[in-house]
């Protein structure tokens, strides 16, 4: 069974041929070995599958909107099963840049010297003042 291309007002083009060709194969000797990762007897070489888990996603969608798209026979896919079981989440925060972590250290000693630079300013001025007396000449010619 092929789905008709009426179905395309549903489907994309390229989910359409997925599943066109995931029916076709399925349908073959190999239809199971499709979707998962095998391994082959005689040489212990292991195979790809030849629908990836990103293809198999779309057929799985598109199974779904088959129904959806007018066709009258049910479309079965030997599809694995998704897995139940995921990875716990990420409790611990990144580390970060060394820029991020010492960025409130850093903003510290900025305010700090801001604070001090009025009396840093007077302080150079004075010395700039007291260097000028000090290189004029003591007679007025």
């Known amino acids: 069974m092929s ?5 395309l007002s549903v489907l994309r083009p390229i989910e359409l041929r997925m599943l066109n060709t995931a029916i076709r194969a399925s349908k073959g000797p190999k239809g199971s070995e499709l979707f998962t990762v095998t391994r082959n007897t005689n040489t212990g070489h292991w195979n790809k599958p030849k629908f ?3 293809k198999q996603a779309v057929i799985r969608k598109a199974t779904m909107l088959v ?11 030997p599809l694995p099963s998704l ?3 995921r990875k716990p989440l990420r409790t611990k925060l990144p580390k970060g840049t060394k820029a991020d972590r010492t960025k409130a250290k850093r903003e ?4 700090e010297k801001l604070a001090q630079m009025e009396k840093t300013l007077e302080a150079w001025r004075n010395a700039k003042r007291a260097e000028k007396l000090k290189a004029k000449p003591d007679l007025p010619f």
Do not use: D, Q, Y
């Open 108 to 111: 510290e000693a900025v305010a």
């Open 67 to 77: 129904p959806i798209a007018g066709v009258k026979e049910p479309v079965f896919v």
């Open 83 to 85: 897995p139940t079981e």
């Open 3 to 7: 789905i008709p291309n009426t179905a």
């Open 52 to 54: 990836s888990l990103r």
